[in-house]
């Protein structure tokens, strides 16, 4: 079990981090032509299918070792996920065409904060 509890920390900090800080780079190239780069839509991508490993992690213990959690951290973990799922689903929109920066910035420091909130309340 440790070793999965370990594991669960170890992506959660990774989530946190590589989101704020694709978030922060995102938000900078929207305002700094030169800092838009493929790189930074694979590093987006990486951040924020962090958020599917926390969860098949998280379930795998819950299932695995009968833990029982608060419901709201599985709520913000979770929530991740749809986040992930409405920044995609928004990334083609007519209205966010020249906004995607913007768009991805914000969203991945929401994640971000989705993620701080769920290990907080794992840790309370």
Known sequence: MQN?????????????LSNAAV?????????YRP?????LWWCIGVAQLSAFAMAIIGTLMVNRYDIELDQFHALYGFSA??????LYSYRTSPFIKDKQYLLYGFGSLFIMGLGIRAMYLGNS
């Open 81 to 86: 996920i749809v986040a992930v799922g409405i």
């Open 4 to 16: 999965l509890l370990d594991l669960h920390r170890s992506v959660a900090w990774f989530l946190i």
């Open 23 to 31: 978030g922060a780079w995102a938000l900078a190239a929207h305002r």
């Open 35 to 39: 800092l838009r780069s493929p790189v």
